[in-house]
Every structure is written in C-alpha cells, then in structure tokens.
C-alpha cells in the first residue's frame, strides 16, 4: 500500500504561481499530477518517471514544471502564468506498474494510486 501526502495548492490571481508537492511512502517509476475542474472529466497534467523524464499536456506546456526530489519518491510541480482555467482539484497519481510512456501516461487506468487532491483556484 503506497501512502500520498499532497501539499500547496490555493488561491491566486491569474498570472500568479503555484507549487504542490506529492510524498509518496516509497520510490516509484512514475508519480505525477492529474486534475479535475468542475463539471469536467479528470485530465493529465504531468507526469515524470524515475530518469527524470517529463510529459506535459499542450495546456500546461511552458508553464508548469514537473520534477522530482533525490529519493525518487516525491514530485513537485510548479505552476506559474496561472489562468482561471487551471481551477481544479489536482491530484496526484502513482503508477506501481512502470515507468511512464508518451503515448498513455495520460490514462487514468494506467495509475493505481491516488492523493485525495488539493485544490488550486486562479482568479481573473
């Protein structure tokens, strides 16, 4: 059973900067974010596995960063140039299977376990 500690996340203004953090309770091949505005279907954010390879969707692309702490079990992810449209609960995911790919890092299934989100508000 992998344990997730989400932190950071909150409220700012369009333009401002965010960061969150994910602990997970061990090392694993590919830890990152998804989020879900409302009314919307859960999305990939980004995704890095344990080589340091990232994967971002087209939205985000630029603006968010993705990294990962030295014991491989933490991701971080920086947010900066926040729109009103990145409102969400972001949660992280923890794929105990594999490494991450390009072509289904982004599928839900692909990930087993979940944070229980914290949520990011950008206003205009």
């Known amino acids: 059973q992998v344990q997730l500690v989400e932190s950071g996340g909150g409220s700012v203004q369009a333009g401002g900067s965010l960061s969150l953090s994910c602990a997970a309770s061990?090392?694993?091949?590919?830890m990152g974010w998804f989020r879900q505005a409302p009314g919307k279907e859960r999305e990939g954010v980004a995704v890095?596995?344990?080589?340091?390879?990232?994967y971002y969707s087209d939205s985000v692309k630029g603006r968010f960063t993705i990294s990962i702490g030295k014991a491989k079990n933490t991701v971080y992810l920086q947010m900066n140039s926040l729109k009103p449209e990145d409102t969400a609960m972001y949660y992280c995911a923890v794929d105990t299977g594999g490494t991450c790919y390009e072509d289904s890092w982004y599928e839900e299934f692909k990930y087993n376990y979940w944070g229980q989100g914290t949520q990011v508000t950008v206003s205009s």
């Open positions: 061990e090392p694993r091949l590919c």
């Open positions: 890095i596995d344990r080589d340091g390879n990232t």
